[in-house]
Structure formats: structure tokens, C-alpha cells
């Protein structure tokens, strides 16, 4: 059972336009949530978070939105650029201080066109 | 060195040997984990670090072995690899345990058993 759903596995948009990627939980006790991107051949890179006492994180050309009540979040990116291209990683974790990582959503391809 | 370091980067290995994937940061934190990521799947936590001297199992501990002696070491065993075990394993760390710190991720290491 996926806790951490991302139901796109891939999502084409042109460059200039904004990217909207959309994430699905199902645990409510997931507090903090991360987005990470990654290139072919290289480990995820960290992009973005935000913890549930927010609804908004903004950062540059990303902007991470939670809906608590629909246990859904996403991340914008606007403009989209081609280095943007990348596989992008919904991730969540519970809070409890304990170490007991991250659960990802299976990933969302984006692909930038000219 | 800078950030996580892994060992090998790639290996193929027969089915019944064993098996050990280094990994070393340099950044002194310390909590330290292990993600296998198969295609279709995300990435899922096999063991985790809170601190050195202590271990946990994550979602997918089957098979697999780890130890953490000291903070910037965290090496994950394969006792008897299978060919199921074939995927890419990605080491990450933290800075501190708890839900949230951000990790990063080391360029990962691609195993085929065989």
C-alpha cells in the first residue's frame, strides 16, 4: 500500500510555462514533506520542503503547496527551464524525532520542450 | 571528499556471494541511510543510522545487513545476494535524526546479481 503517491509518471511542458507536479499521501502522520529532483546516473538532490504547519514554500522558481485536508501537495515551477528536466521525487516523513527516513512517491519524469 | 562518497559504483555479482556497498560522508552527521530504487518504484529505505553505535530496519530489511561503527561510515551487506536484489542502492545522510532535516544522497551504486 503506497503511502506516497504520485500518480503522473511523466509530464511534458513547454519551456517558459509553468510545471505543476502533484503528490498524494495517505498517512496522516506525515508532518514534513520534500521535494527532490534527479538526473540519470546521479543520486536525488534536494529541491524543497515544507512542513505541515504551512501551505505555502517558495523558493526561487519553486513554490511547494500543502493541502492538509486533502492530503495533497505539489510543487510549481515558473518559469520551466530545460535544466528543469529531471525525474522529481515526492517524499514525506513522520514526525516523533526518530530517524526512520523518508517515503517516496515513485516519481514523476519531466521533460522540458523548447 | 565532499558530500557522500559510494563503492562501487557499479558491480555485478553472482548469485549466493556476498556482498559489501561502501558508503562515507564527510559532513559529521549523524544519521545515515540506505535506498534501494527499482524502476516503477521509488526509492524505499532499507536500514537506517540514528547515530553511530545504532541501527534500524526500514521498509525492505530482508537480506540485507548494515553496521555503523563510526559517524562517517555505513556499509551495507549482502550476506547471500539474489537476483531480486538487483537495483541501484543510493546512501543518504542527515544531519540530525528527526523528520525535519533534509538528506542528502550519494551518487548511488548499480548492483546486477546474476
Known amino acids: 500500500d503506497q503511502q506516497v503517491k504520485q500518480n503522473s509518471p511523466s509530464l511534458s511542458v513547454q519551456e517558459g510555462r509553468i510545471s505543476i507536479l502533484n503528490c498524494d499521501y495517505t498517512n496522516s502522520m506525515f508532518d514534513y514533506f520534500l521535494w527532490y529532483k534527479k538526473y540519470p546516473a546521479e543520486g536525488p538532490t534536494f529541491l524543497i520542503s515544507i512542513s505541515s504547519i504551512k501551505d505555502k514554500n517558495e523558493d526561487g522558481r519553486f513554490t511547494v503547496f500543502l493541502n492538509k485536508s486533502a492530503k495533497h501537495l505539489s510543487l510549481h515551477i515558473v518559469p520551466s527551464q530545460p535544466g528543469d528536466s529531471a525525474v522529481y521525487f515526492c517524499?514525506?516523513?513522520?514526525?516523533?524525532?526518530?530517524?526512520?527516513?523518508?517515503?517516496f512517491g515513485k516519481g514523476t519524469h519531466l521533460i522540458i520542450q523548447p | 571528499i565532499a558530500g557522500i562518497t559510494q563503492a562501487p559504483t557499479s558491480q555485478i555479482l553472482a548469485a549466493g556471494r556476498r556482498m559489501t556497498l561502501r558508503c562515507t560522508q564527510d559532513m559529521r552527521h549523524n544519521a545515515m541511510y540506505w535506498y534501494r530504487q527499482d524502476l516503477g518504484l521509488g526509492l524505499r529505505l532499507i536500514h537506517y543510522?540514528?547515530?553511530?553505535?545504532?541501527?534500524g530496519k526500514g521498509e525492505v530489511p530482508d537480506g540485507y545487513s548494515v553496521s555503523r561503527a563510526n559517524t562517517d561510515d555505513f556499509p551495507l551487506t549482502l550476506a547471500s545476494a539474489v537476483p531480486s536484489q538487483t537495483s541501484v542502492y543510493f546512501c543518504a545522510s542527515s544531519e540530525v535524526a528527526g523528520a525535519y532535516n533534509e538528506q542528502f544522497f550519494g551518487p548511488g551504486t548499480r548492483l546486477t546479481v546474476l
Open positions: 517524499a514525506a516523513s513522520r514526525g516523533g524525532g526518530g530517524a526512520d527516513g523518508l517515503t
Open positions: 543510522s540514528n547515530t553511530a553505535g545504532t541501527t
